[in-house]
């Protein structure tokens, strides 16, 4: 079964500093990578994921994340980060066969310094 | 113009109380999920429909019970709600029921028994 580790429970940037969220996730075979956002009492919005091909996805808002099979890592990077980014980051792993069931990480609180 | 919505935003009831959570999606998705989400923001799946058939079961108690009346409504039922089971309740929606099914979250039901 798959899993997936976010390291850092909270993370504190400046505004306009560049921001690296990590994940590492446990999987045996290629696997299916999401990142979800959650601001305070809203929904999971989807960022960004990676089925194949190219490791360096583009997402919303600005966001882009790298997969590294040697590290069984997808870290979610942002060169400037903007105060409205502050939020809940969780990243969540798929299995690539049978039905879809999403894995989430413990999440990365973002807070953004003035 | 919603894409997944929840009804109730807030559920506040007793113990031992039965209560529902109700989910629509206007994405025209054939699969629909529940996500528990816990007091450290754990998210974990609970059930998964396709077509209106079940088919990821969780270890989740009796007490819950879902249902699909058809493939744009996934309801949630809970009989005698106990103090464990506060928490904010995700209904999300995919596409199809396989791996490339990128899922999209409502805004969560926050359920808090006293």
């Known amino acids: 079964a798959q899993s997936v580790t976010q390291p850092d429970i909270h993370i504190t940037v400046s505004e306009g500093a560049s921001l690296e969220l990590r994940c590492n996730y446990s999987?045996?075979?290629?696997?299916?990578l999401f990142w979800y956002v959650q601001s305070p009492g809203q929904g999971l919005q989807l960022l960004l994921k990676y089925f194949s091909g190219d490791t360096l996805v583009q997402g919303i808002k600005g966001f882009e994340a790298e997969f590294k099979r040697s590290q069984s890592s997808f870290n979610l990077r942002k060169p400037s980060v903007h105060w409205s980014d502050a939020a809940e980051y969780f990243c969540?792993?798929?299995?690539?066969?049978?039905?879809?069931?999403?894995?989430f990480g413990t999440g990365t609180r973002l807070l953004v310094s003035p | 113009d919603t894409a997944v919505s929840q009804t109730p935003k807030y559920l506040v009831t007793q113990m031992g109380n039965d209560k529902s959570i109700k989910c629509e999606q206007n994405l025209g998705h054939d699969t629909m999920y529940w996500y528990k989400q816990d007091s450290k923001k754990f998210l974990k799946i609970m059930f998964s429909?396709?077509?209106?058939?079940?088919?990821i079961n969780e270890t989740v108690p009796n007490r819950f019970s879902p249902k699909s009346p058809d493939k744009a409504h996934l309801n949630l039922h809970i009989n005698s709600l106990e103090l464990g089971d506060s928490a904010v309740y995700f209904c999300a929606s995919s596409q199809e029921a396989g791996p490339r099914g990128t899922q999209y979250f409502g805004p969560g039901t926050r359920l808090l028994v006293l």
């Open positions: 999987y045996g075979a290629t696997p299916y």
């Open positions: 969540a792993v798929g299995a690539n066969t049978g039905f879809q069931k999403l894995v």
């Open positions: 429909y396709n077509n209106k058939e079940l088919i």
